[in-house]
Every structure is written in structure tokens, then in C-alpha cells.
């Protein structure tokens, strides 16, 4: 059984730099051909696909956050890591860590067979 779990700070300043860890049991992240996305959900809207790392550490980024966002991952501790800068207000959202079977740039929720329980992070002064 696969289980994600988010890790990071629940409060972020404006300006500053969000960072979130997903750990993952049960699987590899190298595994074939598994992708590792980082979803978000602000208050009141829907699911925002924010990027994914695939098993071979390609990146791939929401065009709207691409100045802002870098995912990473530590293979030896099988973790990926999203970091979003200068955060604002409107980054205030629950972060979820995700898996999907393949390559996916949405956030529909049934291209995705693994979710982390999701990170709640305000962003606030």
C-alpha cells in the first residue's frame, strides 16, 4: 500500500518561500513510470495541478506558477519536495502531495491513485 504524506509549515510569511516535503512509503518514487504531483486547493475553489516530478526526475511545471515554482526529490530518502517563492495571500490553500500512473497536467482527481492526507498552509503576516 502506497501512502504519501505532506510535511512542511503551516504558516508562511508574505514574500517568503513555501516549502513542503511528501514522503513516501510502500513505493518508490523512482519506480517505473510513476509521476509525483503537487496539487493545491485554495479556500472556496477548486484543485489547482501545480507541477509533478516524474521517476526519472524530469520536471514539469503550471505555466502560471513557473516563475515561482521548483519541485525536487532525494531519491535515497524517497521524498519530493515543492517550493513556491514569494508567496502571497492567494497561496493559501491546502497542498496535496499526489501519484499519478502516468504523465498528467490536470487536477482531476482520477488521473491520481494516491493522495497524501493534505498540508494546510496560510500564508499571513
Known amino acids: 500500500q502506497v501512502q504519501l504524506q505532506e510535511s512542511g509549515p503551516g504558516l508562511v510569511k508574505p514574500s517568503q518561500t513555501l516549502s513542503l516535503t511528501c514522503t513516501v512509503s510502500?513505493?518508490?518514487?523512482?519506480?517505473?513510470?510513476?509521476?509525483w504531483n503537487w496539487i493545491r486547493r485554495p479556500p472556496g475553489k477548486g484543485l489547482e495541478w501545480m507541477g509533478v516530478?516524474?521517476?526519472?526526475?524530469?520536471?514539469y511545471y503550471n505555466l502560471s506558477l513557473r516563475s515561482r515554482i521548483s519541485i525536487s526529490r532525494d531519491t535515497s530518502k524517497n521524498q519530493f519536495t515543492l517550493q513556491l517563492t514569494s508567496v502571497t495571500p492567494e497561496d493559501t490553500a491546502v497542498y496535496y502531495c499526489a501519484r499519478s500512473p502516468r504523465f498528467v497536467n490536470t487536477a482531476r482527481e482520477n488521473e491520481y491513485d494516491y493522495w497524501g492526507q493534505g498540508s494546510q498552509v496560510t500564508v499571513t503576516s
Open positions: 510502500g513505493g518508490s518514487i523512482t519506480t517505473l513510470y510513476y509521476h
Open positions: 516530478i516524474s521517476y526519472s526526475g524530469n520536471t
